[in-house]
C-alpha cells in the first residue's frame, strides 16, 4: 500500500513527507492505522547525530493508532483494537523480561538497526530504497507495520491523540519518579528541565507523595505549567536552584532529582550533584551526546555522603503492565494528559513541531493523522 511519512535522509537534515510504499505484516507483525505520534527529543536526537541512527529514517516512536491488520501467528492484537506502541519490543520471555524489567527487553539490541525483527524492513521510498524506522516503529508515518511485541493494546474510549504520550514522554518522565528514583512520600524532588519527560515526572512525583517538588528550567512558560501539574517551586537554574532547595528543606537538599533536559552535559552533573542530600539519588534520563564519555563530579562527595548516579530507560518501568496503569491514572483523573500537549500539527508541519519544541515553545507537540 501507499502511506505518507516523514524521512530523514542524512543528519542534520529537514524532515521530508513523502508518499512511501509499505509491504504487509509478516509473521508477528501488524498494520497500524496511525491517529497521532507524539514529538519527542529523542527524534531530534536521531537528527542531531546524538542518538546513533541509520539513515534514510522514519523517525517516531511515541504513537498510537488503530490496528488495520495482521500477520501470520499474531495473538495478542486483532484489527479494529486501539494500540499504543512502547518503543521497546518486550518480548516477556528474556532474562530482563522475566526479571520484571522489560524496559531492558533483548529485543532492544535492535532499536537503533532500524530494521524489523528479522532484519528485514517494510517501508520503501518512491524509488525503492528502503526506508529504515525509528526503533523498528517510524510513527511519523500515516500507516507503519510493527511487531506485535511493540503493540499495547488500551480502551476504545481513551483519546488517542492524548494515549500517544504514554508511548514514551510520559512513562518515561513518570517511572524515573516512581521507578528509578522511587519516590517516597515525604521527599523533597528536582526536576531538571521540564518538557515533556520532565512534566511526566513532576507528576509521578507528585502522585508518589513528595512533599517539596522544585522544577528547574529556563523557560518561564514551562516553570509555570509546572506549577499546574504539580511543582511547587521553580528555578530557572541549577545555581539558582541551590538556594532556594537549601532554603525550604532546611539544608538537608534533595532526597531525588530526575534530569530531564533537552541533551545531557556532562559537565553538569557535578552541580547537579550539589542539589542532592546525603543519601541523595541523581536519575539521568536525558540522553548524553553518544560520543561524550567524560563528566565532572566529585567522587569523594559521591562516597562520603552516600549519593547515587543511576541511569534509565523508558523510566525503568514496564511497557504492557505500566501503559496500562496509566491509562487507568488518566481515566480517573490522577494523570493529567490533556495538559500536556501544548499544540497539534499536521504531518507537512512536522520541522515546525521541532522548531517550537527546540524553541521552548512546547511541552509535547503532537502530529495528528486524524
Same mark, same amino acid.
Given at each position: 500500500?501507499?502511506?505518507?511519512?516523514?524521512?530523514?535522509?542524512?543528519?542534520?537534515?529537514?524532515?521530508?513527507?513523502?508518499?512511501? #510504499?509499505?509491504?504487509?505484516?509478516?509473521?508477528?507483525?501488524?498494520?497500524?492505522?496511525?491517529?497521532?505520534?507524539?514529538?519527542?527529543?529523542?527524534?531530534?536526537?536521531?537528527?542531531?547525530?546524538?542518538?546513533?541512527?541509520?539513515?534514510?529514517?522514519?523517525?517516531?516512536?511515541?504513537?498510537?493508532?488503530?490496528?488495520?491488520?495482521?500477520?501470520?501467528?499474531?495473538?495478542?492484537?486483532?484489527?479494529?483494537?486501539?494500540?499504543?506502541?512502547?518503543?521497546?519490543?518486550?518480548?516477556?520471555?528474556?532474562?530482563?523480561?522475566?526479571?520484571?524489567?522489560?524496559?531492558?527487553?533483548?529485543?532492544?539490541?535492535?532499536?537503533?538497526?532500524?530494521?524489523?525483527?528479522?532484519?528485514? #524492513?517494510?517501508?520503501?521510498?518512491?524509488?525503492?530504497?528502503?526506508?529504515?524506522?525509528?526503533?523498528?516503529?517510524?510513527?511519523?508515518?500515516?500507516?507503519?507495520?510493527?511487531?506485535?511485541?511493540?503493540?499495547?493494546?488500551?480502551?476504545?474510549?481513551?483519546?488517542?491523540?492524548?494515549?500517544?504520550?504514554?508511548?514514551?514522554?510520559?512513562?518515561?518522565?513518570?517511572?524515573?519518579?516512581?521507578?528509578?528514583?522511587?519516590?517516597?512520600?515525604?521527599?523533597?524532588?528536582?526536576?531538571?528541565?521540564?518538557?515533556?519527560?520532565?512534566?511526566?515526572?513532576?507528576?509521578?512525583?507528585?502522585?508518589?507523595?513528595?512533599?517539596?517538588?522544585?522544577?528547574?528550567?529556563?523557560?518561564?512558560?514551562?516553570?509555570?505549567?509546572?506549577?499546574?501539574?504539580?511543582?511547587?517551586?521553580?528555578?530557572?537554574?541549577?545555581?539558582?536552584?541551590?538556594?532556594?532547595?537549601?532554603?525550604?528543606?532546611?539544608?538537608?537538599?534533595?532526597?531525588?532529582?530526575?534530569?530531564?533536559?533537552?541533551?545531557?552535559?556532562?559537565?553538569?552533573?557535578?552541580?547537579?550533584?550539589?542539589?542532592?542530600?546525603?543519601?541523595?539519588?541523581?536519575?539521568?534520563?536525558?540522553?548524553?551526546?553518544?560520543?561524550?564519555?567524560?563528566?565532572?563530579?566529585?567522587?569523594?562527595?559521591?562516597?562520603?555522603?552516600?549519593?547515587?548516579?543511576?541511569?534509565?530507560?523508558?523510566?525503568?518501568?514496564?511497557?504492557?503492565?505500566?501503559?496500562?496503569?496509566?491509562?487507568?491514572?488518566?481515566?480517573?483523573?490522577?494523570?493529567?494528559?490533556?495538559?500536556?500537549? #501544548?499544540?497539534?500539527?499536521?504531518?507537512?508541519?512536522?520541522?515546525?513541531?521541532?522548531?517550537?519544541?527546540?524553541?521552548?515553545?512546547?511541552?509535547?507537540?503532537?502530529?495528528?493523522?486524524?
Amino acid at each position: 500500500m501507499e502511506t505518507r511519512a516523514a524521512i530523514l535522509w542524512e543528519q542534520n537534515a529537514p524532515w521530508s513527507v513523502e508518499t512511501i #510504499t509499505l509491504d504487509p505484516p509478516k509473521g508477528g507483525e501488524v498494520l497500524v492505522e496511525m491517529v497521532a505520534s507524539g514529538m519527542c527529543h529523542s527524534d531530534d536526537h536521531a537528527r542531531t547525530g546524538d542518538l546513533p541512527a541509520i539513515t534514510p529514517l522514519i523517525g517516531g516512536h511515541e504513537g498510537a493508532g488503530v490496528v488495520k491488520e495482521v500477520g501470520p501467528g499474531v495473538t495478542t492484537v486483532q484489527p479494529g483494537d486501539h494500540v499504543v506502541f512502547s518503543f521497546v519490543p518486550a518480548c516477556g520471555h528474556c532474562q530482563s523480561c522475566a526479571d520484571g524489567h522489560s524496559n531492558l527487553c533483548d529485543n532492544g539490541a535492535a532499536l537503533l538497526v532500524g530494521a524489523q525483527l528479522d532484519g528485514t #524492513t517494510r517501508h520503501h521510498s518512491a524509488d525503492g530504497t528502503d526506508l529504515w524506522t525509528m526503533v523498528c516503529l517510524g510513527t511519523f508515518s500515516e500507516h507503519t507495520v510493527v511487531n506485535e511485541m511493540s503493540c499495547v493494546k488500551i480502551e476504545d474510549d481513551i483519546p488517542l491523540e492524548l494515549a500517544c504520550l504514554v508511548g514514551c514522554g510520559v512513562t518515561t518522565g513518570w517511572g524515573s519518579s516512581v521507578y528509578a528514583a522511587e519516590v517516597k512520600p515525604g521527599d523533597n524532588v528536582a526536576v531538571i528541565g521540564v518538557g515533556g519527560i520532565g512534566m511526566a515526572a513532576v507528576q509521578g512525583a507528585r502522585l508518589a507523595g513528595a512533599r517539596q517538588i522544585v522544577a528547574i528550567d529556563p523557560v518561564e512558560f514551562k516553570r509555570e505549567q509546572a506549577l499546574k501539574m504539580g511543582a511547587t517551586h521553580t528555578a530557572p537554574s541549577i545555581g539558582e536552584a541551590f538556594d532556594l532547595i537549601q532554603e525550604i528543606t532546611w539544608g538537608r537538599m534533595c532526597d531525588k532529582i530526575v534530569c530531564a533536559v533537552g541533551v545531557g552535559e556532562g559537565e553538569q552533573i557535578a552541580p547537579i550533584m550539589t542539589l542532592a542530600a546525603k543519601r541523595g539519588r541523581v536519575v539521568v534520563t536525558n540522553i548524553h551526546p553518544a560520543h561524550e564519555a567524560e563528566i565532572n563530579i566529585s567522587l569523594c562527595d559521591l562516597t562520603l555522603m552516600e549519593k547515587q548516579l543511576v541511569g534509565t530507560i523508558f523510566g525503568s518501568a514496564n511497557p504492557h503492565s505500566d501503559i496500562p496503569r496509566l491509562m487507568h491514572l488518566y481515566r480517573s483523573g490522577q494523570l493529567d494528559l490533556a495538559g500536556m500537549v #501544548t499544540r497539534e500539527y499536521a504531518l507537512d508541519d512536522i520541522n515546525q513541531g521541532f522548531e517550537d519544541m527546540l524553541g521552548g515553545r512546547n511541552i509535547r507537540g503532537v502530529l495528528r493523522y486524524r
